[in-house]
């Protein structure tokens, strides 16, 4: 049984839950050479409620690579079992270090996960991802097990032998990176089957961001239920946040991380419901735990009680990094809150552009946006009103009006491998 | 601690558990359809001692081919968590399935192999081998972890990461298979590194099959010592069979196997000492156990006991598939045997070839063999002597005399691809 009462928790006691394991955890850090430094200043008799984790310094993804590769531990290293690197060749490189404890704790966690959007012992799950380094194929794999799902190893590539597979073994849940998930769909179809009637019924995408459209695109071409999920190897890997079977926003297991969202110029909260950088603690890591860790990721908690009856809080998609954030006239944007805003109307097309441009004294936000062919019509005053809608629907998300520019399809120049979506003209 | 008193445990104790275990196995069995009726006829209260085994039915792969892909399995389907399958996309696969005890009892018996060559829990193993359907990779990486390793999933490919790995973090065993070993030596020192100072002690090399040269080769270019392994997915995976420090035969884990070595042809054991057809019964495996099952890899027990202390009787590198054997006066011969004989002796080159011809009424075998040009001198009497060597040696090792053809350096024809080392030219 995967479905743990902690999940459902009242908030009171999951906090002094969280707070007793926040001190433990500092304790804990404290055996390692960074932290030992790091939070010399820290008494946890001074935290008294778990808000005061804000009173506690942050951990930077320089801090890791400063201490690469053993710095953050908090056990000698023959305590340790396994480790995850990140998989460059050139720069400093990140560690994540796990003794048997932290794989227990991930697995069950990965386990719960995967109960939580609908998996069960008999489901047999197919994991298409690689594996190696990258937590997604050995996380997926050891929470699928620990669930007691028959694990299929099938690893990343070879679309035949997939079909066979899940043909052969009537696999019901896939573990499928999305954009590999609408690819294998026509793959499918190729083969001479119907999508109908294959076993599946379950996939997990989390493994790569994506949009809701995208997700929606996967269920139809797939003809099965998508589940998003949140996690980085900093936190373990796969398994920090999953979608529940309502597919509105991922529950961060809060028993095992405290998740803060705050404005990376900052450092301080965002206003609930505001996106900004999340803020990881881990509370059952054994030999690395990490405090305040900053992911660079951008999401917002999902307001209100989440109807599957868990009371752990619920983060959003992710909107993009940090690093990609812009400030005009003072407001946090991000690309990923326009793409996804206008990506959710029909009559936008797949190209756009932001433009950031100074008129005068003051800055402007500038977006072309390329229109269907069959809404771009001769019509001055239709494209006049989508104009006004666009930049109505954009204001409502970002609190800016934008200058909005329809363009055909095809007229804003596409660029090879990563799209160029922003371009700062701005005079300094 | 990953040395169990049960390999050290004297030969009369260990077959009166090996015998207990066959009995609970043979039950075991008769839950699944297949051995239900394939052992209709056994009666385990005949079974006196384990030499008894041999009234037993073998299993086959075409059994495993005719069941796939549940006929095998003891326990509803439900209590399996992994399979790993063959990865062919023609013809009909085969599967095998674990239930949690058959993963827990696998990684047991792998770390316990690693113990035995010598990996201790301070140790830092790095796999180079891909992970997924192959069960080397999984087998190893779980093994590794059990003996509290630290273990670094690297994966296979990617030499320059490889590397950066290795040295980062200290690896002192490698999982890697002999050919690329021999490869990455060469990146190593290309790469401007002395493998002198890598900080590797002992390679794992069993996952393919290989010749003693081949292993002295491992040693000497990357300056560490090599063991050699024998696994296979029916009986698990890796972990079947392992080389301790004395390198002097794999011992077989008798607590949790029956060996025997058969003549493929007659199903009758061979003399002690004599090259045969292994065939393996599992007396561990719980949700898909397998009883006499024909392996076709031809290996021999090696006589004696070993240094070690272990009791556990040892095999010796497979020697090739049964397959292969040819009869010759009524004689087994083996390539593979032919093989390690010619390699063996200083003046042989890279190439051979087996011939079998008729002459009169009666067979012959004749090989032909590449000589080292330093060997290949003018004088006839020393090539006399040579030839004469060779014959000899060749007869003591497959008790009939070839003809010797010496050739010169590169006159025997290379083909593409896997050697053609066999030419049957007898009058049927
Ligand atoms: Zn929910
Ligand atoms: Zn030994």
Redesign the interface.
Same mark, same amino acid.
């Given at each position: 049984m995967y479905y743990d009462t902690v999940e459902a928790m009242n908030r009171a006691a999951l906090e002094e839950l969280q707070l007793e394991r926040l001190k433990l955890t500092i304790e804990k850090a404290r055996k390692s050479p960074f932290y030992k430094e790091h939070l010399a200043g820290v008494n946890t008799d001074d935290l008294k409620s778990v808000a005061d984790v804000t009173s506690l310094p942050f951990t930077t993804k320089d801090d890791l690579r400063s201490q @690469?590769?053993y710095g953050m531990l908090t056990r000698p %290293? #023959?305590d340790?079992?396994?480790?995850?690197?990140s $998989?460059g060749?050139t720069g400093t490189?990140t560690?994540i270090?796990y003794t048997?404890e932290d794989?227990d704790t991930w697995a069950d966690l990965m386990a719960r996960s995967m109960y939580c959007c609908g998996c069960r012992? $008999?489901d047999?799950l197919q994991n298409m991802s690689? @594996? &190696? %380094?990258f937590t997604g194929?050995?996380g997926i794999?050891n929470g $699928?097990?620990r669930l007691?799902? %028959?694990?299929?190893?099938? &690893?990343a590539g070879n679309t035949?032998?997939q079909i066979? %597979?899940i043909r #052969?073994?009537s696999v019901t849940v896939l573990h499928i990176i999305p954009s590999f998930a609408l690819y294998f769909a026509q793959k499918v179809n190729e083969a001479g089957f119907d999508v109908k009637d294959m076993p599946w019924r379950i996939a997990l995408i989390g493994a790569e961001p994506h949009t809701e459209e995208t997700r929606r695109k996967v269920e139809e071409m797939m003809h099965i239920k998508a589940y998003n999920s949140y996690g980085l190897s900093e936190m373990n890997g796969p398994g920090v946040a999953f979608e529940c079977i309502e597919q509105k926003g991922m529950h961060v297991w809060e028993d095992a991380y405290i998740a803060e969202i705050i404005n990376p110029d900052t450092g301080e909260h965002v206003a609930e419901g505001e996106i900004g950088e999340l803020v990881m603690t881990t509370l059952l890591r054994d030999g690395m735990p990490l405090i305040r860790y900053r992911t660079r990721d951008l999401t917002r908690f999902v307001p209100g009680d989440c109807a599957c009856g868990r009371t752990h809080r619920r983060i959003d998609r992710i909107a993009g990094r940090a690093d990609d954030m812009m400030i005009l006239k003072g407001v946090n944007i991000y690309p990923m809150q326009i793409e996804q805003c206008l990506m959710s109307m029909p009559e936008v097309g797949q190209n756009y552009l932001i433009e950031l441009i100074t008129e005068g004294v003051t800055d402007q936000l500038k977006v072309k946006v390329e229109i269907k062919d069959e809404f771009f019509v001769e019509d001055m005053r239709a494209l006049q009103g989508l104009q006004k809608k666009i930049a109505k629907n954009l204001c409502s998300e970002i609190l800016i009006t934008p200058r909005v520019e329809l363009c055909q399809h095809d007229s804003i120049p596409k660029s090879e491998g990563k799209a160029v979506r922003v371009i700062d003209n701005r005079k300094k």
């Open positions: @690469y590769p %290293l #023959d340790f079992v396994r480790l995850h690197a $998989s060749t490189p560690a270090f048997q794989l012992r $008999s047999v690689g @594996y &190696g %380094l194929g050995l794999h $699928s097990e007691g799902m %028959l694990t299929v190893p099938a &690893g035949k032998r066979k %597979l #052969d073994f």
